[in-house]
């Protein structure tokens, strides 16, 4: 069975021995920047140290990441058609 599982990094790990598809989806934007209507910057956004990475796991996922492992509310960055495989 296929699980789609997220993840966040320091940096990225070598993952070619995942059996499944990964995405690296790099740093992510917290917070939207504010800027004012001649687009200067009137705060700068929030940006993640960590790199995020989704995993649709054809095997089980391993359980050496499953310390990097994230559960988001509302995630920043979804695979398309892919929902219903999501494990919070």
Known sequence: METYV????DEVPDL???????????KLTLQE???????????????S????????WRTEPLEELEIFRVT??????????QNELYQP
């Open 49 to 56: 140290d960590k790199i995020a990475v989704d995993i649709i």
């Open 72 to 81: 988001p509310t509302t995630p920043k960055h979804t695979i398309s058609g």
């Open 6 to 9: 997220k993840y966040e990094f």
């Open 16 to 26: 070619s021995h995942i059996e499944g598809d990964v995405v690296i989806v790099g």
């Open 33 to 47: 920047g504010v800027y004012d209507e001649d687009g200067n910057e009137m705060e700068p956004p929030i940006i």
